[in-house]
Structures are given as structure tokens and as C-alpha cells.
């Protein structure tokens, strides 16, 4: 081989090798990797009753969307019976829109003092759709993890979980969406918020390989192509909040974790109700599915209740029922 050759092999080596750090770097910074776990979570949560509560709201309850005040009225005496139910304290919080006057759903675990632990999940759809998905399995995780914080003897914090009205357009990015008005009041109370996690599309899993896409071709080097986890999403600016969040989740349930620490430009991070707790200055992430980077029915007539996997589901509610305690009592 001519000394030419050699140096451009060299050359080419110390090129494959400096791209090869800067992308390990990369990962290490967004991917937040875990080195220890948790034991199981001793909680039971019956995929049964996750099912029926998807049920009820995309069958007895279509459409969700905000001009059927009807359904959406059905939809939150629903929630509201299941929350009194866990055995929280429970309130309505009345606003007003152009568009007329709604409300979001609140209800309040563990002693009146101290940080917030706030846990939201929005029960409204996109238009007239089923809405399973998006966000039926949010709020059957929401109710779900309410009936474990009101079978606990002692709770180490304020828990504070939130049914949401108007996320979807045309409100979404807007001062009506309910989680603004939420955050934005929270704000207002000088309320100290430890961290808000918003339960955004958390039942829908594959196993096929290639099921899973991504934002940024980059991003598939880094992560699973196969739709069988939960992602923890957060912001750059607050990766110590998402490692330290996906630390207290690890092993606590039978479901694959991941989580990602991105600029908000980055499409879809900023995609739920967490954004406007960011805008507040609050820690807050997302537990989602991925949304639309797996799941063909986003927005579709097709998101019907029978495309979930509730024993998955099953699963995410228990990891973040865990990962709240454990988060708490850091």
C-alpha cells in the first residue's frame, strides 16, 4: 500500500472514529441511560378496567371534541364518579373562551403542604373521532393511577391529577387550552410544582420490526425500531429531570422505558399538555406512546378502542404510579 493510501486510511479512521464519539456523546446526553433499577412495583392495575374506561368514553361519549357539549359533559360526570371513587378530593375548575365556558377536572391526594407532583391527561378529540388513543388512554392511565394513590396508607407528596378539556386544535398552542389555564393559575398561586407529567397516547405497542419511526433520521440510530416501549420526553435545558425521572421508573414494571431530552424545536416534544408548564417554568414531561411515529390511526375515524393494548397499558400505569413515589421521595 503507497504512504498515500496509508494516510487517507489513517485520515479516514480518525474521521470514523471522531463521528463515532460525537454520536456516542450525543446519545449519552439525550437518551439518558440508566446503570440501576428498581424493584417491581407491588401494584396491580386490571387492563379490564383500563378497557372500560376507554370504552365508555369513545363509545358512549362520541365525539369528545369541543363543540359536542353534550358528550363532553357525559364524558367529565364520568371522570369526575371515578375520582370520587379513588377517594381524592375533588373539584371542577370553571374558564372562559371565546368560544364559550369549560372546565378541567381536578383531583388532590396526600397532605395540602409541600411540593406538587401534578399528573395530567386531556379527555377532549381532534374533530369527530373515537379518540382511543388520543387521549382515551391517557385518562383511563390518569383514573387508573388515582385509584392507586387512594389505596395508598401514606403518600410522601402533594398529588395533584388533572382532566383536561381543549387540547386539540383549534385551541392547541393557544391561552384556552385547559393545561394553560392550569399551569398558568398554579403560577399565579406561587404554587411550588416538584414536576407535572402529561399522559399523552399511552396505548398503542408493536413488536414488528421497523414499527417505530422518528423525527430526525439520527434519532432511529439511537433508539428501538420496535414500538414496544414508553418514552419519557422532556426538554434539553431540563435533562437532569428526565434522567433523574427515568431512574426512579426503571424496572418498577414489565414494559421497556426509554426517554429523550431535545430542544422544544424538535418536532413532537412539545406536542401535549406539558408545554405550557414549560412556559409557567416548571419541570415537565411527557409519558407517551409516541403518538403519530407509531400509531397509524392518529386523528382517524380508526382510532377505536379496539386497537390498544391494555395489558401494556397496564404496565405504564404502574411504571409511573412507581416513578412518582419514587421521584418523591428522592
Known amino acids: ?64 371534541y369541543s363543540l359536542a357539549r353534550e358528550n363532553q359533559a357525559k364524558a367529565m360526570a364520568y371522570i369526575e364518579a371515578r375520582l370520587r371513587e379513588a377517594g381524592g378530593r375533588v373539584e371542577r375548575q370553571p374558564f372562559s373562551t371565546p368560544s364559550g365556558n369549560f ?5 388532590h ?15 377532549d378529540t381532534c374533530g369527530v373521532q373515537p379518540g382511543a388513543d388520543d387521549n382515551a388512554s391517557g385518562v383511563a392511565g390518569l383514573l387508573e393511577l388515582a385509584a392507586l394513590l387512594g389505596r395508598e396508607k401514606s403518600l410522601p407528596a402533594y398529588f395533584e391529577l388533572v382532566a383536561y378539556n381543549l387540547e386539540e386544535p383549534p385551541f392547541f398552542a393557544g ?28 396505548g398503542y405497542f408493536r413488536d414488528e420490526r421497523s414499527s417505530q419511526s422518528y423525527p430526525l433520521p439520527l434519532l ?23 434522567g433523574s425521572f427515568k431512574q426512579a421508573c426503571v424496572g418498577t414494571a414489565d414494559i421497556p422505558v426509554v426517554s429523550i431530552a431535545a430542544p422544544s424545536f424538535v418536532p413532537a416534544v412539545d406536542f401535549s399538555d406539558h408545554r405550557n408548564y414549560w412556559a409557567e417554568g416548571y419541570p415537565a414531561l411527557m409519558i407517551t406512546d409516541t ?40
Open 175 to 202: 391561552p384556552y387550552m385547559g393545561s394553560a389555564v392550569h399551569a398558568r393559575k398554579l403560577k399565579e398561586q406561587k404554587v411550588n410544582v416538584a414536576l407535572m407529567l402529561s399522559l399523552e397516547m399511552i
Open 1 to 64: 500500500m503507497s504512504d498515500r493510501w496509508k494516510r487517507w486510511a489513517k485520515s479516514g479512521a480518525r474521521i470514523v472514529l471522531a463521528v463515532g464519539a460525537i454520536l456516542a456523546v450525543a446519545a449519552y446526553v439525550i437518551r439518558q441511560p440508566g446503570w440501576s433499577s428498581h424493584p417491581a412495583s407491588a401494584a396491580t392495575v386490571a387492563p379490564a378496567r383500563l378497557e372500560a374506561h376507554v370504552r365508555f368514553l369513545t363509545e358512549q361519549c362520541y365525539p369528545r
Open 109 to 123: 391526594f396526600g397532605p395540602d403542604d409541600g411540593p406538587r407532583y401534578v399528573v395530567g391527561a386531556h379527555f
Open 220 to 242: 432511529g440510530l439511537m433508539y428501538p425500531s420496535r414500538a414496544n416501549f414508553i418514552a419519557i420526553v422532556g426538554r434539553l435545558d431540563q435533562r437532569a429531570v428526565v
Open 291 to 330: 403518538s403519530f411515529l407509531r400509531n397509524p390511526h392518529y386523528h382517524q375515524t380508526s382510532d377505536t378502542a379496539d386497537t390498544l393494548d391494555y395489558h401494556r397499558l397496564a404496565e405504564v400505569v404502574r411504571l409511573v404510579h412507581a416513578g412518582l413515589l419514587n421521584y418523591a421521595k428522592k
Open 103 to 107: 372546565e378541567n377536572i381536578i383531583v
